[in-house]
């Protein structure tokens, strides 16, 4: 893939840094980490939900924060002082810790999050506030009819 230089982008914007950092991501040359696998699904017009695999972690194992635009999930197995040690002969099913982020647009919030069936799901929904929503502006039809007898009166 080719990576382009945002560099002049930069020098001549202002308010855009989030953009440009999320462009330079994309481009970028890292493998993105494929561990653990997750879906994203749209339920509603503004509702979204994230479903991570998180086979054998439990919800104490299970981190998840909300900060700007940013959404994080950890997983980290804690070690239980006591239990009895095991041979494990094959691991398939992995258990290693992970860090997954996703970015979220502007006015996304975290709604909720529950664990079945070794499955994460994150529930989402995008609020727009009232005053940034598109709104009709009705066109003045009464004011021109006041314009019109003000210049009839003065004729």
């Known amino acids: 893939m080719r990576h382009f230089d945002l560099s002049p982008l930069y020098?001549?914007?202002?308010?855009?840094?989030?953009?440009?950092?999320?462009?330079?991501?994309?481009?970028?040359n890292e493998t993105a980490p494929s561990y653990p696998p997750y879906n994203i699904e749209r339920t509603a017009e503004n509702a979204y939900r994230i479903t991570i695999a998180v086979a054998g972690f439990g919800e104490g194992d299970l981190s998840i924060e909300s900060k700007e635009n940013a959404l994080t999930v950890k997983g980290e197995k804690q070690l239980v002082e006591g239990a009895e040690k095991r041979e494990v002969l094959h691991q398939g099913i992995a258990a290693r810790a992970f860090e997954r982020r996703f970015q979220l647009a502007?006015?996304?919030?975290?709604?909720?999050?529950?664990?079945?069936?070794?499955?994460l799901h994150i529930d989402l929904v995008r609020e727009i506030p009232e005053a940034k929503k598109p709104r009709q502006i009705p066109i003045g039809g009464g004011s021109a009819k006041v314009l019109e007898a003000k210049v009839a009166k003065a004729a």
Do not use: W
């Open 106 to 119: 502007d006015y996304v919030q975290v709604t909720g999050a529950s664990l079945e069936n070794g499955l």
């Open 11 to 28: 020098r001549s914007t202002v308010g855009f840094d989030r953009l440009f950092n999320l462009l330079d991501q994309a481009t970028s």
